[in-house]
Nanobody, 123 residues
Framework: QVQLVESGGGLVQAGGSLRLSCAAS????????MGWFRQAPGKEREFVASITWGGTGTYYTNSVKGRFTISRDNAKNTVYLQMNSLKLEDTAVYYCAARNGPWRVGVQEYDYWGQGTQVTVSS
């Protein structure tokens, strides 16, 4: 069982930056693939980024490549999402998720979810 708690969301102007954090409970954090997803109003939840157990493999959806960076600190049971050059279309609730298995991007492939943190980008 893994419990996830996101933080770091907020209101930011377009072009600005935010860093999201996701703190995980449990002693097996390092064995989970971790992912960030987002859901904008009226839209389905979508994959943003994921990172493998040791942090050596990272994957991004095309729309955030070059702007977002996912990282993890297994000693702190925490995964991060650094978001730079934010755009209006990045506005969404961002969710942290954990998967006990090989890397995947599907929402349904992840086993544990946080409660989400709101990111709002203004013009």
């Amino acid at each position: 069982q893994v419990q996830l708690v996101e933080s770091g969301g907020g209101l930011v102007q377009a072009g600005g930056s935010l860093r999201l954090s996701c703190a995980a409970s449990g002693r097996t954090f390092s064995s989970y693939v971790m992912g960030w997803f987002r859901q904008a109003p009226g839209k389905e939840r979508e994959f943003v980024a994921s990172i493998t157990w040791g942090g050596t493999g990272t994957y991004y959806t095309n729309s955030v490549k070059g702007r977002f960076t996912i990282s993890r600190d297994n000693a702190k049971n925490t995964v991060y999402l650094q978001m730079n050059s934010l755009k209006l279309e990045d506005t969404a609730v961002y969710y942290c998720a954990a998967r006990n298995g090989p890397w995947r991007v599907g929402v349904q492939e992840y086993d544990y979810w946080g409660q989400g943190t709101q990111v709002t980008v203004s013009s």
